[in-house]
Each structure stands twice: as structure tokens, then as C-alpha cells.
């Protein structure tokens, strides 16, 4: 579905996650959930599987995102647009402020 239409809001509801207590799934303006969940229900116990990117993968998304910045600076974009470039992928699924922090003037 559409980015903000509540469908992570309704998975909370579903699986009791308490959004004053509990940090799963995340919520928020922006993108927040770049991965499949398939939710299993009927039993109180429950497992997870998580799935990482490659090394390869990774190496691509840092490649991508460096070289977005750098054209960014020879065409003499402001610093803010250029670090944004660098830390926040346009469709959100990789974020490398997350690994090396927001950037501040």
C-alpha cells in the first residue's frame, strides 16, 4: 500500500505492540518499513527471522550513495543537500546515518 496509510499502525494493533512501551514495528513520517513481514498468529509464543543485505549488496548502496554526493558537490549544492545525499538513500531502504550519524553544520 501507500507510504502513511497506517498499515504498520494496524500491524501494532494486530500483534498487541504497545506504542508507548515497544519500538516494533517503528513508526513514523518517513519510511519505516523496507523489508516482507509475514505475521503468523495464533500462538502466544513467537520467532523471527531476519535477513541482511550482502556484502556485496552493501558495497553497492555506500558506492551509490557516495557517488550521488559527489556530483552533488561538483554541481555546488549546499552542503545540507549533499550529506543527505550521502546519508539518506532516495527510497529510504539504506541509510547510512544510521551507521555514521546525522550531519549537523
Known amino acids: 500500500g501507500n507510504s502513511g496509510v497506517g498499515k504498520t499502525t494496524l500491524l501494532r494493533r494486530l500483534i498487541g505492540s504497545d506504542a ?3 519500538r516494533f514495528p517503528a513508526t ?3 519510511r519505516t518499513t523496507t523489508c516482507e513481514i509475514e ?3 495464533g500462538s502466544a ?3 523471527a527471522a531476519v535477513t541482511f543485505l550482502s556484502r556485496h549488496q552493501v ?3 555506500v558506492t551509490e550513495s557516495l557517488s ?3 556530483l ?3 554541481e555546488s549544492a549546499a552542503d545540507e543537500i ?3 545525499d550521502l546519508l539518506d538513500d532516495t527510497d529510504q531502504r539504506f541509510r547510512l546515518k544510521y551507521v555514521l550519524g546525522g550531519w549537523t553544520q
Open 72 to 74: 552533488k558537490a561538483i
Open 68 to 70: 550521488n554526493a559527489v
Open 20 to 22: 508507548a512501551r515497544d
Open 39 to 41: 505475521i503468523v498468529t
Open 82 to 84: 549533499v550529506m543527505k
Open 59 to 61: 558495497q553497492q548502496e
Open 45 to 47: 509464543d513467537y520467532s
Open 28 to 30: 513514523s513520517t518517513n
